[in-house]
Nanobody, 123 residues
Framework: QVQLVESGGGLVQAGGSLRLSCAAS?????MGWFRQAPGKEREFVAA????????LYADSVKGRFTSSRDNAKNTVSLQMNSLKPEDTAVYYC???????????????????WGQGTSVTVTL
């Protein structure tokens, strides 16, 4: 069992930046970020392989968001720049403790989830 705790959400104006962090209670393999806006389904944002060498991003955030991880601290982060109102959502960290797949991009492939952190982007 792995517990995930996200932090770093908040309220920001469009064009601003936020950095989300996720701390895992144990070793993980692939880790991912997903988000869910009100009235919408949960969607993939980013995924990072266990060694951090491969990272995938959703087209909607590519070039604006950057994910990284520190395995020594069992943490993963999501740096979000040039935020837009459409980025408003609850952001979730997810993790796998087995591999493959190396960098899953669907929610069903992740066994562990954080409680979510809210991000609101205003005009």
């Amino acid at each position: 069992q792995v517990q995930l705790v996200e932090s770093g959400g908040g309220l920001v104006q469009a064009g601003g930046s936020l950095r989300l962090s996720c701390a895992a209670s144990g070793r993980t393999y692939a880790m991912g970020w997903f988000r869910q806006a009100p009235g919408k389904e949960r969607e993939f944002v980013a995924a990072i392989s266990w060694h951090g060498g491969r990272i995938l991003y959703a087209d909607s955030v590519k070039g604006r968001f950057t994910s990284s991880r520190d395995n020594a601290k069992n943490t993963v982060s999501l740096q979000m720049n040039s935020l837009k109102p459409e980025d408003t959502a609850v952001y979730y960290c997810a993790a796998r403790t087995t591999t493959p797949p190396l960098i899953p991009t669907t929610a069903a492939e992740y066994a562990y989830w954080g409680q979510g952190t809210s991000v609101t982007v205003t005009l």
